[in-house]
């Protein structure tokens, strides 16, 4: 563990241009450069601790959520070499289910999003959702032969896999999509009855 310690501190701390040592028994840490005067020692521990944290997350991730966010070619690997979807969710909340149907099925829709946030306040506009992608549906439907389930995991503006289904306009991807698992929000079912018309 410590050694796993050593190299996350040095690779958090080399990404800012600055060297770094972690001596465990010490518990001291050095930096090989001054800091600037609106550096603090606690500036420098804080982002350390936050990379260490987010390395600890990444580690423990599971290897098919790993993969879905990671797109397409990923995707289609991981389903090559035998692998097979869970619905372990990432230190965000969100499984497989949600990157696949993000990034890999085709759609094209104004609907309102989040374009600037600070703390708990956001800006709200319309925004255009645009994916287009020939070998979307075909890697959807191999991760619904490997496995992919859907837990209905929400992303910070309270869409799930279910709101890129629905956009897709695609009759045959919505009904396996509702096989795996998968729910529609009020939100969602409003714009399927908007398309089926």
């Known amino acids: 563990m410590t050694s796993d310690l050593q190299l996350a501190f040095t690779q958090a701390i080399i990404r800012s241009g600055q060297g770094c040592e972690y001596l465990c028994a010490a518990a001291d840490f050095h930096t090989q450069r001054e800091r600037t005067s609106s550096e603090t020692v606690f500036d420098l521990l804080y982002s350390a601790v936050n990379d260490i944290r987010q390395w600890i997350n990444e580690r423990g991730l599971d290897a098919g959520t790993k993969a879905a966010r990671e797109g397409q070619e990923s995707i289609a690997s ?3 070499l035998g692998g097979s979807f869970t619905s372990m969710r990432d230190s ?3 499984d497989a289910g949600y990157y696949i149907a993000r990034l890999c099925l085709n759609y094209d829709f104004i609907a309102l999003g989040d374009v600037a946030r600070v703390g708990n306040i ?9 994916n ?12 619904l032969g490997a496995g992919l389930h859907f837990s209905n995991a929400k992303d910070t503006e309270g869409r799930s896999a279910g709101f890129y289904v629905a956009r897709c306009k695609d009759p045959e991807i919505i009904a396996l ?17 908007a398309a089926a018309h």
Do not use: C, N, T, W
């Open 78 to 80: 991981f389903i090559a």
């Open 92 to 94: 965000f909340g969100l």
């Open 122 to 130: 956001s800006q709200v506009e319309p925004v255009r959702y645009y």
């Open 132 to 143: 287009h992608s020939p070998l979307g549906h075909a890697l959807f439907k191999a991760a």
């Open 177 to 193: 999509y509702r096989q795996a698992g998968g729910m529609f929000s009020p939100y969602d079912r409003d714009a399927l009855a």
